[in-house]
């Protein structure tokens, strides 16, 4: 690029509250899965569906627009400057989520999921680009350490937001509150948020030059093979997400108590990404991936084999598994 990460751009708003505005950035993406959660039986027994795993499709969707959508956002934000992105992703998101709300058949509320999913690449893409903008050396650490506290306590949280718009009103409101996210956000960046990448060191966009990143990252043997990897062990996750309130409230019968196991879960999750980094300073990463690997093949056939041949608390030995799971699956990443 150049050597602008080593000339950060003057702040204009408190560390403290730039912490914070990042923190909401990269949380979008949290926010807009695990609040939802806990509607999905709603959401089944409210619209048509075709078969019940189809309610499914609804955090899948969002994950495809995303995938779609980090693939410009990044490229695009270092040609065009980080707040364009922004607001571009946040109005995406707001559509999406107004689409949504109106739904009345599956195929709408897809589509609305879908194009929430393009809106959310933008600030996930953006946020750590904008701290690289804004600081540097052991500053940009401790801005990053705080923003990651934060970012951890969304996924525990957003599942009992969800839950607490289902005891007052309609799963409907959920996209609501997202809305009501989107416009604070929005808002908040137009009036704080300085635009952290001057023109001087914003690198032109190209279909060309996009073209030949593209070649040069397929064309490396281990970069492909990592990459292949983590998409399958990221497909099982999403697995688990897609399949979460079906497990918990139809397999187990938690209720909404849901919210609690997977907000437990989910913190382990985020602790386990804290703790990752000091792994690899001290071990490397060739040395956690494959030992990550290998932890997570062995307590997979532990829990296989107990759901067989046990009859105490399958639901203490499922989250007991996978919190294993989750501590070695970080180390991939």
């Not at 009501?180 to 690198?203: D, N, S």
């Not at 292949?228 to 187990?252: E, K």
Request: aromatic share 14%; hydrophobic share 50%; with cysteine.
């Amino acid at each position: 690029m150049s050597d602008y990460s080593t000339h950060p751009t003057p702040s204009r708003i408190s560390a403290q509250e730039f912490t914070l505005l990042v923190a909401l950035l990269m949380s979008i993406v949290a926010m807009s899965i695990d609040a939802l959660l806990p509607a999905l039986g709603f959401i089944s027994n409210d619209i048509p569906l075709s078969h019940s795993n189809q309610a499914q499709y609804i955090i899948s969707a969002l994950f495809l627009g995303m995938a779609i959508g980090q693939l410009v956002c990044g490229p695009l934000s270092d040609a065009t400057g980080r707040k364009k992105i922004l607001y571009a992703g946040i109005a995406l998101f707001f559509c999406g989520s107004l689409i949504c709300f109106f739904a009345q058949d599956i195929n709408t509320l897809l589509i609305g999921r879908f194009i929430q999913g393009l809106g959310v690449a933008g600030p996930y893409v953006s946020a750590i680009s904008i701290v690289r903008d804004k600081y540097a050396g052991n500053e940009m650490a401790r801005i990053m350490s705080l923003v990651m506290m934060i970012f951890i306590m969304v996924p525990a949280l957003a599942p009992s937001i969800g839950q607490a718009v289902l005891l007052v009103s309609s799963w409907r409101y959920i996209f609501v509150v997202y809305i009501v996210y989107a416009l604070i956000i929005g808002i908040w960046i137009f009036i704080r948020l300085e635009e952290t990448l001057p023109k001087q060191y914003r690198i032109p966009f190209s279909t060309r030059g996009f073209i030949d990143g593209f070649k040069e990252v397929i064309s490396n043997y281990t970069t492909m093979c990592y990459t292949l990897c983590m998409g399958l062990f990221f497909g099982s996750f999403l697995g688990y997400l897609n399949s979460s309130q079906q497990i918990f409230q139809d397999l187990f019968q938690t209720g909404k108590l849901f919210t609690i196991y997977f907000g437990v879960l989910a913190l382990v999750f985020g602790v386990a990404s804290l703790v990752n980094s000091r792994f690899v300073e001290k071990w490397g990463m060739d040395y956690l991936c494959n030992h990550a690997v290998w932890g997570i093949i062995l307590s997979s056939a532990i829990f296989f084999s107990c759901s067989d041949v046990t009859a105490c608390q399958p639901l203490a030995i499922y989250d007991l598994c996978l919190s294993v799971i989750f501590l070695f699956w970080l180390g991939l990443r």
